[in-house]
């Protein structure tokens, strides 16, 4: 059986749709970049959080993602309407070539569907995503040192200056991303800095003094810094709160 052969505007629109659909679909790589990065920021605070309320978090970034992907799904499968097109009947109207295209998708949509969460479970990002879920479902020992970095974070001093931290700044809390540290390893941008910079050869961490640390492999502590965002903004609610019953006495 040959191909069909549609007029001009059928073959042009059908191009036109594939066109658009491509686009669509790489439009939502942006997005879903975006959710897994939250996603990252909501684990690397789940000690802060809570474990509940972070899963919590979590499990809304995971329906915002399968939705993505089912959009994703979608323009994928329009990108293959010359296939339908090839076993169309060239002169039929062009509204019918849609109306059959459309349910054609509908159909392999709700087949892949029917197999529960496989066609989510089997994307990339899904895959990525169920890891971070994963760490903060796992529990264990790693959870109990994040607790004890925590409450040692709650006084908000650098353990190499013994100064204040900040949110922003030099004094800003970092962290090192090497392996062999524990959660306890955080400093100032400061202190580790000058640290660093009085060593010769490699560094010892000042905190666990097992791993190496190298300012090359140091990144911002934002949780921490949520943490001390957070404290700044309660002890200025206090302090209005002691000024406002000052002046009723």
Same mark, same amino acid.
């Given at each position: 059986?040959?191909?069909? =052969? ?25 997005p879903?970049? /975006? ?6 920021? =909501? ?7 809570? *474990?509940?309320?972070?899963l ?5 970034? &995971? +329906?915002?993602?399968?939705? $993505? $992907? #089912?959009?994703?799904?979608?323009? &994928?499968? $329009?990108?293959? $309407? ?8 060239? +002169? ?14 509908? &159909? ?19 895959? /990525?995503?169920? /890891? ?11 959870? +109990?040192?994040?607790?004890?970095c ?21 004094? *800003?809390?970092v ?21 660093? #910079? ?17 300012? #090359?492999?140091l990144? +911002? ?6 943490? =001390?965002? #957070?404290?700044?903004?309660?002890? &200025? ?10 002046? =009723?006495?």
């Open positions: 059986m040959s191909p069909a =052969i549609f007029p001009h505007h059928v073959t042009s629109a059908v191009s036109t749709s594939i066109n658009e659909a491509q686009r669509a679909s790489n439009n939502l790589v942006q879903m970049d /975006k959710i897994l990065s939250e996603a990252a920021e =909501i684990v690397e605070s789940h000690s802060e959080l809570g *474990r509940d309320v972070a919590s978090m979590l499990s809304q970034c &995971e +329906d915002a993602l399968r939705e $993505i $992907i #089912k959009a994703e799904m979608t323009f &994928e499968m $329009i990108t293959h $309407i010359n296939e339908f097109a090839a076993k169309a009947v060239p +002169d039929c109207d062009p509204l019918q070539l849609q109306a059959g295209f459309q349910a054609e998708v509908d &159909e392999k949509l709700k087949a892949k569907q029917s197999s529960g969460d496989k066609w989510f479970k089997a994307h990339h990002n899904a895959r /990525k995503l169920a /890891k971070l879920m994963e760490s903060v479902k796992g529990g264990g020992a790693e959870d +109990d040192e994040e607790v004890v925590t409450q040692q974070n709650r006084e908000h001093k650098c353990p190499i200056l013994l100064m204040a931290l900040t949110e922003t700044g030099e004094m *800003r809390p962290v090192p991303t090497n392996q062999g540290h524990t959660p306890r390893c955080f400093y100032s941008f400061m202190g580790i800095t000058q640290y660093c #910079k009085n060593k010769r050869g490699a560094v010892k961490c000042p905190v666990c003094g097992d791993a190496t640390v190298s300012l #090359k492999e990144k +911002d502590c934002k949780a921490t810094a949520r943490a =001390i965002r #957070k404290a700044r903004m309660v002890a &200025e609610d206090e302090g209005h709160d002691d000024m406002d019953a000052t002046q =009723i006495d």
